[in-house]
């Protein structure tokens, strides 16, 4: 155990539809990210909180949101899904300095069918 | 921008033998340099570390790097591969330029072991 929980683990949705994907990071840590990972195109930063703002975006996609809450779990939203978003999704937390590295949860693998 | 290289897609190596994975980074300053190991279906766990001292890393599972400033390079090394080492590998640079924690990861090279 990482320290890092996802939920769901796996998730089948319809196209069209909206999903939420919920991280709760490490103990003490105050930033979180939100990767996609996909066989073509690796593993793509989409975006980052810090202690509940906004503080780096990456690859993310306009139907998809996020936020990090007081208690500092985060939240992505991805909407109007399409089948090109089935990818595993994973959320990573970090101490409050860059050389700290990442712990990464296990991931939500998204089937969009 | 920061960026990494990881130039072997694939790499197969037989139990016992070492192993040296590739990974070459563009940055602007002295670097924070990672390694992370992603077994299938599982997230990524952080091998070891590099962001100042002493240019030779130890991690766990007995994986080392090295930091050579003048080649931009940081490639990990294992003297005696195992069959558990199977996974896929993955270097990273960072922090992003505007000073903030982000890690710009490569695209991974996966490693097979065979006996």
């Known amino acids: 155990d990482s320290g890092v929980t996802q939920t769901p683990k796996h998730l089948i949705t319809a196209t069209g539809q909206r999903v939420t994907l919920r991280c709760s990071p490490r103990?003490?840590?105050?930033?979180v990210y939100w990767y996609q990972q996909s066989l073509d195109q690796g593993l793509q930063f989409l975006i980052q909180y810090y202690n509940g703002e906004e503080r780096a975006k990456g690859n993310i996609l306009e139907r998809f949101s996020a936020q990090q809450f007081p208690d500092l779990h985060s939240e992505l939203n991805l909407s109007s899904l399409e089948l090109g978003d089935s990818a595993l999704y994973f959320c990573a937390s970090s101490g409050p300095r860059a050389n700290y590295g990442y712990t990464f949860g296990s991931g939500t693998r998204l089937t969009v069918v | 921008a920061q960026s990494v290289t990881q130039p072997d897609i694939h790499i197969t190596v037989s139990e016992g033998a070492s192993l040296e994975l590739r990974c070459n980074y563009s940055?602007?300053?002295?670097?924070?340099l990672f390694w992370y190991v992603q077994s299938p279906g599982q997230g990524l766990q952080l091998l070891l570390k590099?962001?100042?001292?002493?240019?030779l890393v130890q991690g766990i599972k007995g994986f080392e790097a090295e930091f050579k400033r003048s080649q931009s390079s940081f490639n990990l090394r294992k003297p005696s591969v195992h069959w558990s080492d199977a996974a896929e590998y993955f270097c990273a640079v960072g922090p992003d330029s505007g000073g903030y924690q982000k890690v710009t990861f490569g695209t991974g090279t996966k490693l097979q072991v065979i006996p």
């Open positions: 103990s003490g840590d105050l930033s």
């Open positions: 940055y602007g300053a002295t670097p924070y």
């Open positions: 590099y962001f100042s001292g002493d240019t």
